[in-house]
Structure formats: C-alpha cells, structure tokens
C-alpha cells in the first residue's frame, strides 16, 4: 500500500478535493489531522516495529496514545487498561496540529514534533524531526480495542507489573520440585531476570526472602495468539518449562510440562508507571520511568 501524507493529495487534470473520509488512498484536505487523530479513541503504540536510533520518552512508555480536545493521554500500564481513565488512561500533556504536523507538549518529557504519515485507514506512523526514530500507531475505539492482543504482544512487560506473584491454585500432575515454589518476580533489568521464594503462602510481599535467580525466555507459538511459552533457568542449572496464559490482568496459569500440573499465580503489589520520573503515592513504583525496548521472541511449533 503506498503511503499517503495526511492532508496531502496530488491533484491531477484540475481534479478538485472532495469527500471528507480516507477512502480508495486518497486524502480529503477538508479532514483535518486534529480530527483524524482524534476520531481514534485509542492509538496502540506497536513499539516492536519502531524505526530509527532517537527516543521519544513518552512513546517508550505508552501501550496507548491518546488525542482528545487538545489534551494527550498515555495508558503506561497493562493492569487495568480499559479502566483508567475510563480507558484513555491518564493526562499526560497537550498537542495541537497544524498541516501534516503533530505538535506534543508532554508534562515531564517535553516539547515534540511529528510529521504523521498515513498508512492506512487506521494506521500511521509518526516522524520525530527533530531526531531519527519513528514511531508506528495503530487507532482503535475503545468498545474495539483487542486487549488480548496487547497483553500477549507485550507480556514480559505484564509480569513486570507487580512486585510478585503469588501462587495461589494447583490442579493435576505429580509432585515435582517446583511445587515449592510460592513465589516469582520479573523484574525489568533487561527483560530476563526473575526471583522465585519458598516463603509461606501470605507472606507480606516487602518482606519476601527471594531464594533464588535465574533468566527467563518467552518465546511465541506457531498458530496461537493466546498461548506463550515460558522457560525458566535457575542459576544452579535448573530449568523449568510451562505454557503460559494470562486468565486477567491480575492472574496467570503456568501449565508446568514435565508434571503436567497447572498453577496459577495471582500478582501482588501493583506498580504504577505514570508520566516519567515522578511517582505515585497511592501504589508502589519500582522504576517509574520504565520504557520499552523492542524484543525478538522466537516462534516454536506447539507441543504436541
């Protein structure tokens, strides 16, 4: 599909704008770029498909962008996407538009242009000029928005998002080691650190003895959206393997393969990322200025 400047039409023979709606790659002027950018509840930031060796801060952080009335909001969070901020999630700063340029001022990070290119009918991908980076969005309305598909595309980020998580359900499968394993973290450092802790069942989460470290991989499946597959290598050489599915945005199951037992873990102690380097007083902040790197999973066939 050729890409199409908003706002831009190359006119041929005298042939005049007309309609006011994108339609057959062609662009009314009539149909500004405030309106385009706003008739989108939300843009999902596809930050894996990010182009360039600059940042924009607040793009790092965002799951979503969005523009309404001159006001910009960012979902910094997958826990409870879809219900702060009635879905928009927070205010994060202003923008305005003039041509084919999106002008941001964020609250923390500060003053950015864009130039909005159009890739199709709810898709664009925004131009830093002042730097090289592009950023990819992809529009959706709120009532519309795939939200298994941002928590499965961005999970390491999910686990990261409580302080740990507690094993609280067991079915099936035979006694195995692992089933002295009370509790795990993800921590950000790099996407591939976890912590795993015998401690007693209820224990305060702040007070957790982590007993032991180790790396993990999350690799995609060949044929399912939904289903990820977690490994789990413990520094002494341990290596654990589970399918991995989120149940909610506060439970996971972890089907242990070896044992054929199914745990599920519930989180604890949300984290809130807000707008950059200021934090919350209300939830736990481990790294408040966390921002996305783009990762490379490996697909493997289903476990047959």
């Not at 182009?51 to 979503?64: D, N």
């Not at 595309?153 to 998580?165: G, H, M, R, T």
């Amino acid at each position: 599909m050729k890409r199409i400047k908003l706002l831009l039409v190359l006119l041929i023979s005298g042939v005049t704008l007309t309609s006011c709606v994108v339609k057959n790659e062609i662009v009314d002027d009539s149909f500004s770029l405030n309106e385009y950018i706003s008739s989108y509840d939300l843009w999902y930031v596809d930050y894996h498909r990010t182009t360039g060796s600059g940042e924009v801060p607040f793009l790092s952080r965002a799951f979503t962008i969005s523009f309404l009335n001159g006001t910009m909001y960012a979902n910094n969070n997958i826990v409870d996407i879809g219900k702060t901020g009635n879905g928009f999630g927070i205010a994060v700063g202003n923008y305005g538009t003039y041509g084919t340029v999106l002008e941001t001022h964020h609250d923390i990070d500060g003053y950015y242009e864009f130039d909005v290119v159009q890739l199709s009918s709810n898709e664009i991908r925004i131009d830093d000029l002042s730097q090289n980076v592009s950023y990819y969005l992809v529009g959706y309305q709120v009532n519309t928005f795939d939200y298994d598909m941002l928590f499965y595309d961005n999970i390491e980020y999910f686990l990261q998002e409580f302080k740990a998580w507690e094993r609280t359900g067991e079915s099936g499968g035979v006694a195995n080691p692992f089933d002295e394993e009370h509790y795990l973290r993800f921590t950000p450092e790099n996407n591939v650190t976890f912590n795993s802790s015998h401690d007693p069942f209820g224990t305060n989460i702040d007070y957790i003895s982590w007993d032991f470290e180790g790396s993990y991989i999350v690799r995609d499946v060949q044929g399912e959206e939904n289903l990820k597959y977690l490994t789990l290598n413990y520094d002494n050489g341990d290596t654990e393997e589970f399918d991995l599915t989120v149940i909610n945005d506060e439970k996971i199951q972890l089907y242990h393969v070896s044992s054929q037992t199914t745990y599920v873990f519930s989180g604890r102690g949300f984290i809130q990322y807000l707008k950059g380097e200021k934090t919350s007083t209300k939830t736990t902040v481990r790294n408040s200025g966390r921002k996305r790197t783009k990762i490379e999973r490996e697909t493997v066939p289903k476990r047959k």
